[in-house]
């Protein structure tokens, strides 16, 4: 599982670095094309920097996977860095219960 969730997160990286060619239309279809606006309204390039910032994220979940699975060297902190992650997934996906819950 480890494997497949570290390649997982590394194609999302890449899926995020490929979405910056036609960024006003994945905002758009992500939904967060007002945030995004909002952002461009700070400076221009801020929606640029914080995929990048998330592209960098994925890419050290995936990395961080791949090292757990022995298919790439051990990272420092190998074993919170597991638990963190898998943490902030699962606090991710409790929360997209939240508005049914709540609704």
């Not at 960024?23 to 995004?36: H, I, N, R």
């Not at 996977?65 to 051990?74: E, M, N, T, V």
Request: proline share 4%.
């Amino acid at each position: 599982m480890l494997k497949l969730g570290g390649y997982i997160n590394i194609l999302i990286a890449i899926g995020h670095v490929v979405s910056l060619l036609w960024a006003e239309q994945v905002f758009e279809l992500t939904g967060v094309a007002d945030e995004m606006a909002y952002l461009m309204q700070i400076h221009s390039t801020l929606p640029y920097l914080l995929t990048i910032l998330v592209v960098v994220a994925f890419l050290i979940f995936g990395l961080y996977g791949l090292s757990a699975d022995d298919k790439f060297r051990k990272l420092p902190f190998l074993k919170p860095a597991i638990f963190t992650i898998a943490g902030i997934y699962l606090l991710r996906g409790i929360a997209g219960f939240i508005p049914i819950i709540a609704g």
